[in-house]
């Protein structure tokens, strides 16, 4: 299970739509009584996680319903992370999130990540008339180093690409001669 991302599914009092929330378990249990530590509401149901296929199967259900409940004013809340982290795929936007959330669900970066920048492509419907798309250069260090500023909150439908550290793959050989 990966405790740095435990998602609550709530229900919105007075309405068939839910939300998500997640919560660190670790910063939780560190800091009882702090924001880490999220309230939990009546109905709330809480979704522990794996990596790999088995994150993407628990969150299936819960991102059907966050598409289900999308229309012409409501964009669907789902983001995506590509790229060198765990478990890349869509994930539920929450409130106020940000890039290194969308990192730590995404279960962290991978041993081979790019740790100096990423791109974070943003959706957005222009005029009512185009899907227009803006790419956004992402100081991924700064965000790692806790930089606000360079920890970009996201909109519905961000995409994250984090890429490999250049040469990841290449192996060299050295063939020793003579006595």
Do not use: K
Not at 107 to 130: I, K, S, T
């Amino acid at each position: 299970a990966d405790p740095r991302y435990i998602v609550i599914r709530r229900e919105i009092p007075g309405s068939l739509n839910i939300e998500v929330v997640s919560a660190d378990l670790v910063e939780a249990l560190a800091r009882p009584g702090s924001e880490a530590d999220v309230p939990l509401h009546a109905r709330d149901r809480l979704l522990v996680l794996g990596f790999g296929e088995s994150r993407h199967d628990a969150l299936a259900p819960l991102l059907d319903e966050l598409r289900l409940q999308a229309n012409s004013t409501q964009p669907t809340r789902i983001v995506t992370v590509a790229g060198r982290v765990r478990s890349p795929g869509q994930y539920p936007l929450e409130t106020g999130m940000s890039i290194s959330d969308l990192i730590r669900a995404g279960g962290d970066l991978a041993e081979e990540a790019f740790v100096l920048d990423a791109e974070l492509a943003r959706y957005e419907v222009v005029a009512d008339e185009y899907r227009g798309i803006d790419v956004i250069a992402v100081d991924l260090d700064a965000v790692l180093q806790g930089d606000d500023l360079a920890d970009l909150p996201l909109s519905e439908h961000d995409f994250l690409r984090i890429d490999t550290v250049p040469d990841w793959n290449s192996e060299w050989s050295v063939t020793l001669e003579g006595e």
